[in-house]
């Protein structure tokens, strides 16, 4: 029954110390079953397939070992639009709906806006750019395969693909003939390498390091891509950037440093902490 299911992998869940074992328990059951979470309380005594059963016990068993939720589910809600992840590829955080809100705020005037985003992993940032600001153009960089196809995977899924261009990209690399864009905006790694070990184990253990480790101080992508924004971006162009909650002073003074932007500022994220530095290019 599916209630004794829940409460068997609920139990398998906080033996392992998950906090959210029974949230985490209904998700993956009410996937397998194509339902929602409403649908588990209102049926609790309904029988179960067993390779439904077996399946949910397996996936229990993966999430045993602390493997992210959306690497079992293969997918990630975010700005209310549904995203393929796997491993190998970032998870997109709610936190970074901050910084698209924001660019979306910015942009929404700009006709025909043509956007950058850096480091685009599952293309999270720049799909839901080109949803939302239909009339977009977005250029997404990574240097990974498995995000480039995941990210193109995902502008198919989400109907923008004729709007979004995946294309390989080192974001440390030097720029050649670059095109010029109303709005470069990035969720670089930004977390000092010698703090990745500490991380959650979810994060720490599952993650791809490479969209986590910012250099010794966590600025490394900050320092070249704020660089390259300057031959980036169309006079009066946007640089935003999602940033860690300690970061706020170290970004805002880079590109204060750099001398090509003006209008320079930092926004707060739902829990008030720093989330998005941004500034116009003069």
């Given at each position: 029954?599916?209630?004794?299911?829940?409460?068997?992998?609920?139990?398998?869940?906080?033996?392992?110390?998950?906090?959210?074992?029974?949230?985490?328990?209904?998700?993956?059951l009410a996937s397998l079953l194509g339902r929602e979470r409403l649908y588990l309380a209102l049926h609790r005594?309904?029988?179960?397939?067993?390779?439904?059963?077996?399946?949910?016990l397996a996936q229990i068993a993966r999430r045993e070992k602390h493997e992210p939720l959306a690497y079992i589910v293969g997918c990630k809600e975010f700005m209310s639009l549904s995203f393929s992840?796997?491993?190998?590829?970032?998870?997109?955080?709610?936190?970074?709906?901050?910084?698209?809100?924001?660019?979306?705020?910015?942009?929404s005037d700009v006709k025909?806006?043509?956007?950058?985003d850096i480091c685009t992993g599952s293309g999270a940032i720049a799909i839901s750019l080109a949803h939302y600001l239909p009339e977009s153009r977005v250029e997404a960089?990574?240097?990974?395969?498995?995000?480039?196809?995941?990210?193109?995977?995902n502008a198919t899924s989400n109907g923008v693909?004729?709007?979004?261009?995946?294309?390989?990209?080192?974001?440390l690399a030097p720029l050649s003939s670059p095109k010029t864009f109303d709005a470069v905006v990035s969720n670089p790694p930004y977390i000092p390498d010698s703090v990745v070990a500490g991380l959650m184990p979810e994060v720490r253990a599952f993650?791809?390091?490479?969209?986590?480790?910012g250099g010794t101080d966590g600025l490394l992508f900050y320092r070249q891509i704020t660089k390259n924004a300057v031959l980036l971006l169309k006079s009066g162009g946007?640089?935003?950037?999602?940033?860690?909650?300690?970061q706020a002073d170290a970004v805002t003074t880079l590109l204060r440093d750099s001398g090509a932007f003006s209008d320079i500022g930092v926004l707060h994220d739902l829990a008030d902490n720093p989330r998005v530095v941004y500034g116009r290019k003069k």
């Open positions: 029954m599916i209630g004794s299911l829940l409460a068997e992998g609920t139990r398998i869940l906080s033996d392992a110390g998950i906090p959210t074992a029974r949230l985490d328990a209904e998700l993956l005594k309904e029988a179960v397939a067993e390779d439904v059963r077996q399946a949910f992840v796997g491993p190998g590829v970032l998870i997109p955080r709610p936190d970074t709906e901050t910084l698209v809100e924001f660019v979306i705020r910015q942009l025909e806006p043509h956007i950058l960089w990574d240097i990974e395969e498995v995000c480039i196809e995941t990210a193109r995977k693909a004729e709007r979004v261009s995946v294309i390989r990209q080192d974001a993650e791809p390091h490479i969209a986590l480790c946007l640089l935003a950037y999602e940033i860690g909650y300690d």
